[in-house]
Nanobody, 120 residues
Framework: QVQLVESGGGLVQAGGSLRLSCAVSGRTFSSYTMGWFRQAPGKVREFVARIIGSGDNSYYADSVKGRFTISRDNAKNTAYLQMNSLKPEDTAVYYC?????????????WGQGTQVTVSS
């Protein structure tokens, strides 16, 4: 069974940076499209970014484009989300997910989430 474990969340001031990690168990990590999502209190979960299995292509939500960078290390079975220039509206629980496809990605496995809080 595939398990995802996020880490790296915390409290940061506006303008600061955090790097989230998502460690994935299993031998087929490089075959997964990896995605990051977030859910703020009282809001629906929203897409943040995704990266294809090879790492050659990525895609971002407009709200984070130019500030966040998704990456992966297939040798370490780990995906990352580097978050710079953080804003209070980035406060949310961040989830990583593993799945397939690109234009219509389907995510089969989810992590438990890590809290990111950005203070003003």
């Amino acid at each position: 069974q595939v398990q995802l474990v996020e880490s790296g969340g915390g409290l940061v001031q506006a303008g600061g940076s955090l790097r989230l990690s998502c460690a994935v168990s299993g031998r087929t990590f490089s075959s997964y499209t990896m995605g990051w999502f977030r859910q703020a209190p009282g809001k629906v979960r929203e897409f943040v970014a995704r990266i294809i299995g090879s790492g050659d292509n990525s895609y971002y939500a407009d709200s984070v484009k130019g500030r966040f960078t998704i990456s992966r290390d297939n040798a370490k079975n780990t995906a990352y989300l580097q978050m710079n220039s953080l804003k209070p509206e980035d406060t949310a629980v961040y989830y990583c997910a593993a799945g397939s496809g690109w234009y219509q990605s389907i995510y089969d496995y989810w992590g438990q989430g890590t809290q990111v809080t950005v203070s003003s």
